[in-house]
């Protein structure tokens, strides 16, 4: 597979190697973002649930720990 341009750090990279999650967003995710921002993300979502005490049973929670992970990521809001 081609080489990416990731959304967050700007270098060039390999594109993980599968989709971290379902969906248009996992596909979006994919495709923008290099491994190595993917994975300061998985660090950094556990201090954002504990720092803001989400819940990731509430809805309202899960949309929150998603927009986080969007803004830190370099994603717009429409998941393109």
């Known amino acids: 597979m081609a080489n990416i ?4 750090c700007g270098k060039s990279a390999e594109p993980l190697a599968s989709a971290p999650m379902g969906g248009a967003l996992g596909a979006t995710i994919q ?3 290099c491994s190595e921002c993917w ?14 005490q989400l819940q990731m049973a509430d809805p309202d929670d899960r949309k929150r720990l998603t927009a986080e992970m969007k803004e830190f990521l370099g994603i717009d809001g429409s998941g393109r």
């Open 39 to 52: 994975r300061e993300w998985i660090n950094q979502q556990m201090l954002v649930i504990n720092h803001y």
């Open 5 to 8: 341009t990731c959304a967050r």
């Open 31 to 33: 495709e923008r973002v």
